[in-house]
């Protein structure tokens, strides 16, 4: 997720743009910089690291007076955040430039192709490809908009492309699919942007840009057409959103916003798994598969809510590839003595890559001779980069300190490493992989209606806020869930709870059951051998002893409702995916109960986003 920013009107572009990257930082902060057009020619700068460092450089440098120009704020996807990765992108040429949101599929073919025409590539991006192919375009003579047109329907994933045209100066010409764009309508100067924050200091009027559309914008005009030139009419809207809610997307809390952006995020972390032939692709992973072949155990090293991610992996991994896993807390790893071999794949799940007990267990593990891989969301940090393989989840930089889409696109990535694992392996047929594929590619679906149900969770929320203790039961891939949605109330709530394994509340935490005591179950879904009898065994149980339960099970499943006190319906998934939807009411009712408690759901106290001291 990065944010974009392009004018054309009467004030210096480059101030404009710069404000409005500021206004988008905490969509991608890896990377910055902007791109003027004056006197026919391009005028570029872009540093990594964080706005204030392109800052630095205009500060001594000022790109020269122009009053068109585009921007961009990186969150790498494609490439390390350096120098050379930072957008805009530019032609061979140095007559186009180019930023990009999003992950272009099929850059890698395109690439080849016109590598083949002596095209030099300055960057490991995706990005870069379309600068050249806009350019090679404008070149054959069409303007920037036919050159824009013509170069989408060539692209596969998801893209928001923003470019200009050094013989073309007064126009920015943008394109979208499946990635944010916005347009901002201004008094003789018009603006686009990832969202409203990048120009609500200017404008409040705005124009909604749909799928596979082309947007043109001068001083005075703005265009819409499709990929294929045909006009288009956008929609109109006015925003009454203040410059901070804007930059929640109208939410109160960025919390908020990351748990409603989970479909998109599990959606991008799903691009490009599938290559030409069908065959599931992880090309980042950079794993052998002799390498995989020969492993005989996986140990997942995590802490908190990635730790959580990491028991779900095991029950898919286990069942998926028959490979032994171990699920560690990193903070424990590497005093217990492991026993680890290079026949051992060390998986460090990490949202940040910079959790100091993570990077420490890691390297505790690459002196034993493991392989290490990591599946982490931000590109570049110390965690990926100390281990042998990589697989990036694509949630986009989150903000809140309380991990929500950051913990759902860990799943994903810990199932496409099961069934790559299960794959090299042969312990799954072809269609069986294709059709859990296909299950993972209708989630984004499922996560979105469970969304819809907000409201009355939130109602739900507000109904306790007096009170002091939660359990949280679960079994099978509903245990680690329990843990999380209890880590989730503990951390934003301030409130104890405390998730069981269900089958062992009659071992001894049935004790803590007294009248009215709120007990949240996570059902698994019906079908599976004895574990949802089993499920509702318990819930009677607690239930029997003034216990109030408040049930999370799947629509059609009406022998759940004698027990629930409360119920709140999930979609039907196998139940090695139901955590992907049965976290979500967790995650919401955490987040409502810590706000009507008045607390700062975004920072709460006592945490930090990235914890690096061990
Ligand atoms: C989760 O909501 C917490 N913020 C915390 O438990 C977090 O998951 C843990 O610190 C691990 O962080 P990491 O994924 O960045 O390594």
């Known amino acids: 997720m990065c944010g974009i920013v392009g004018y054309v009107g009467p004030q210096r572009a480059q101030d404009v743009v710069v404000d409005g990257l500021r206004r988008l930082e905490y969509r991608g902060y890896d990377s910055a ?39 961009h704020t990186r969150w790498a996807t494609h490439g390390p955040p350096n120098d050379a990765n930072a957008h805009p992108h530019t032609g061979g040429a140095r007559r186009v430039a180019l930023v990009h949101n999003g992950i272009i599929e099929n850059y890698a073919e395109l690439r080849d192709r016109i590598e083949a025409d002596d095209h030099v590539f300055l960057s490991e991006t995706d990005t870069e490809i379309a600068a050249h192919l806009v350019e090679l375009q404008v070149q054959s003579g069409v303007d920037l908009q036919v050159a824009m047109q013509r170069v989408c329907q060539q692209l596969d994933g998801a893209f928001t492309l923003v470019a200009v045209d050094a013989e073309d100066p007064g126009r920015v010409v943008a394109a979208r699919r499946n990635s944010p764009l916005v347009v901002g309508l201004g008094e003789g100067e018009n603006f686009l942007g990832s969202d409203v924050a990048a120009f609500i200091e200017h404008t409040r009027e705005a124009l909604e840009l749909g799928q596979d559309q082309i947007v043109t914008i001068t001083a005075d005009e703005v265009t819409v057409t499709d990929f294929w030139g045909s006009p288009v009419e956008p929609t109109r809207f006015h925003v009454d959103w203040d410059l901070s809610a804007a930059e929640k997307d109208g939410h109160d809390w960025f919390m908020r916003k990351e748990i409603f952006e989970q479909p998109r995020a599990v959606a991008d972390s799903l691009i490009g798994r599938r290559g030409v032939n069908g065959l599931l692709q992880l090309d980042e992973m950079r794993l052998a598969d002799e390498e995989i072949r020969d492993l005989d155990k996986i140990i997942v090293i995590a802490c908190g809510t990635s730790f959580y991610a990491g ?38 799940i990490s949202q940040s890559g910079e959790t100091a007990d993570t990077l420490q267990a890691i390297r505790h593990a690459k002196s034993q001779g493991a392989k290490v891989l990591a599946i982490c969301n931000t590109n570049g940090s110390s965690i990926p980069r100390e281990s042998d393989a990589v697989i990036y989840t694509h949630a986009g930089p989150e903000i809140g300190v309380a991990s929500t889409k950051g913990f759902l696109t860990q799943l994903v990535a810990c199932y496409l490493l099961a069934l790559y694992v299960a794959q090299v392996k042969g312990t799954r047929y ?38 002091r203790s939660v359990l949280f039961l679960g079994r099978h891939a509903g245990y680690p869930v329990a843990l999380e949605g209890a880590l989730k109330l503990k951390e934003l709530a301030y409130i104890h709870a405390e998730g069981f394994a269900a089958g062992e509340l009659k071992h001894g935490p049935i004790a803590l059951i007294e009248e009215g005591l709120p007990v949240l179950c996570v059902v698994p879904p019906r079908g599976r051998d004895q574990l949802h009898a089993k499920m ?79």
């Open 311 to 348: 028991m779900v992996a095991k029950y898919a991994i286990e069942h998926w590839t028959r490979t032994p896993v171990e699920v560690e807390l990193a903070s424990e790893f590497r005093y217990r003595d492991p026993i680890v071999d290079n026949t051992t794949l060390v998986v460090a």
């Open 430 to 467: 072809g269609d069986e992989i294709d059709e859990i594929m296909g299950q993972l590619e209708a989630m984004p679906d499922h996560i979105d209606t469970v969304l819809t149900r907000a409201d009355s969770i939130y109602e739900l929320a507000r109904a306790h806020v007096a009170t």
């Open 536 to 614: 509702l065994g318990g819930i009677q149980e607690v239930r029997a002893r003034g216990a109030r339960t408040i049930c999370l099970a799947e629509e059609g499943d009406h022998t759940i409702e004698p027990y629930a006190d409360d119920l709140i319906r999930l979609p039907q998934v196998p139940v090695l995916l139901q955590p992907l939807v049965a976290i979500i009411p967790l995650q919401l009712f955490a987040c409502e109960l810590a706000t009507a408690l008045g607390h700062d759901v975004d920072q709460p106290r006592n945490l930090a986003k990235s914890v690096t001291v061990e």
């Open 33 to 71: 910089g902007v791109a003027v057009v004056h006197d026919g020619v391009l005028a570029v700068a872009k540093r990594s690291g964080k706005l204030a460092n392109l800052e630095k450089v205009l500060a001594d440098k000022p790109l020269p007076p122009a009053t068109t120009g585009i921007g």
